[in-house]
């Protein structure tokens, strides 16, 4: 069983950066879970961006490469989200997503515990 928390959600303009946080607690320890980010603007399908295994290889979708940089602290069982040159169209609701196995999908039904969502915003 795993509890996921997402925090650092919130507004900049184009161009700009954030930083969103997943805190996750779980019975076993972080370190035993895959972890994901999803994306989900208004009207549009849930969207796989970026995840990492246990052992931190990692794998983006082509619409966030080379920007968004996922990384993982298992000490402080926390799952970070680097977003870097910000969009409009980043504009959406961030999830995080986990899974117990040694797993990189950007697909949401490989994924059995989610968090509810930070919401990110960039303005032109």
């Known amino acids: 069983q795993v509890r996921l928390m997402e925090s650092g959600g919130g507004s900049v303009q184009a161009g700009g950066s954030l930083s969103v946080s997943c805190a996750v607690s779980?019975?076993?320890?972080?370190?035993?879970?895959?972890m994901a980010w999803f994306r989900q603007a208004p009207g549009k399908e849930r969207e796989g961006i970026a995840c990492?295994?246990?052992?931190?290889?990692?794998l983006y979708a082509d619409s966030v490469k080379g920007r968004f940089t996922i990384s993982r602290d298992n000490a402080k069982s926390t799952v970070f989200l680097q977003m870097n040159n910000l969009k409009p169209e980043d504009t959406a609701v961030y999830y995080c997503?986990?899974?117990?196995?040694?797993?990189?999908?950007?697909?949401?039904?490989?994924?059995?515990?989610w968090g509810p969502g930070t919401q990110v915003t960039v303005s032109a």
């Open positions: 997503a986990a899974r117990f196995a040694n797993w990189r999908s950007l697909v949401s039904r490989d994924y059995k515990n």
């Open positions: 779980a019975q076993s320890s972080a370190s035993d879970y895959s």
């Open positions: 990492i295994d246990r052992f931190e290889n990692s």
